[in-house]
């Protein structure tokens, strides 16, 4: 198994003295799950943070056996402003994260979309008092961040019988910075479009790619992830979504080669190590 960049106390101590300092920064915590701080806000995007997925499927043909270690107990992460949910699988919906960061932060609501609530609840129990609802094209401030919903195709622009969107990803504007995070998500006509007019400073994007021997919903893959980041002129690019299932991952070469040929800015973090953003940041 990889260990992590920083883990348990050293991720707390960089979080804690982060937030003393005031400079934005950014962590990766695994697959999908970003700390993102700035301006005394702190949005944890689609955390996965326990063990749950590697014991439901252990004695299936489709093991989640883990990678690399996990960063931090869910319990442990306090000061949280705002969770977001991009859709219903696990790795983004896991109530054994979830429920221990509600106890641990009694104050962090949850952005949902507006068409998975029941299945939310259903995950997580009585909650309702602390989510947010939301659907693509629409615009929320909750904790002193304001999040935009962007559809998502996971493997495609899914909607409910009401026409509202079961993946998303969203755009979180805090402290002068513009961080979107896809979620899942493969290229769509409106994907670009969308995004191109926000003035993206940090694209989160994923890498894993889309190979249907795995049984899974798909993703970009490496080139397509840097093209993304290119297209939509974000100022720079951060792969996810690999290094923590076996059977679903792939090596950033991909993404990282097609940055370099493109010119596209990019950085590519271990789990659990963190990113100064002051120098995108703007007043």
């Known amino acids: 198994m990889k260990l992590a960049y920083q883990k348990d106390e050293a991720l707390l101590q960089d979080i804690t003295e982060t937030r003393a300092s005031g400079r934005p920064r950014i962590w990766w915590l695994g697959q999908s799950g970003f700390l993102f701080h700035a301006r005394g806000v702190t949005v944890l995007f689609d955390p996965y943070l326990s063990d749950s997925l590697t014991r439901k499927y252990s004695q299936t043909d ?66 309702e008092t602390r989510l947010v609802p939301i659907d693509a094209g629409e615009a929320v401030r909750v904790g002193g961040a304001e999040l935009r919903a962007i559809p998502a195709a996971h493997n495609t622009v899914e909607r409910d019988e009401r026409g509202r969107c079961k993946f998303l990803g969203f755009v979180a504007h805090v402290g002068g910075l513009k961080v979107y995070h896809s979620g ?21 994007v994923p890498i894993n790619g889309n ?22 002129h974000a100022r720079l690019a951060i792969p996810h979504h690999f290094d923590m299932f076996a059977f679903n991952t792939e090596p950033p070469d991909e993404f990282v ?21 002051g120098a995108l940041a703007s007043d």
């Open 257 to 277: 080669a097609e940055c370099c040929r493109i010119e596209q800015p990019f950085h590519v973090l271990q789990n659990g190590e963190g990113l100064d953003l």
């Open 211 to 232: 190979k249907p021997e795995r049984r899974v919903a798909g993703n970009l893959n490496g080139r397509e992830a840097a093209r993304l980041a290119f297209d939509i």
């Open 184 to 204: 899942d998500t493969l290229l769509h006509d409106g994907l670009v479009p969308t995004l191109q007019p926000l003035a993206i400073d940090v694209a989160l």
């Open 62 to 127: 489709k093991p989640h056996e883990r990678i690399t270690e996990r960063v931090v107990a869910p319990d442990r992460l306090i000061g949280i402003s705002l969770v977001t949910s991009s859709h219903t699988h696990t790795e983004h919906l896991d109530a054994e994260t979830l429920l221990p960061l509600f106890e641990a932060n009694p104050q962090a609501m949850l952005l949902v979309s507006r068409a998975n609530i029941s299945a939310v609840l259903e995950r997580l129990g009585p909650v």
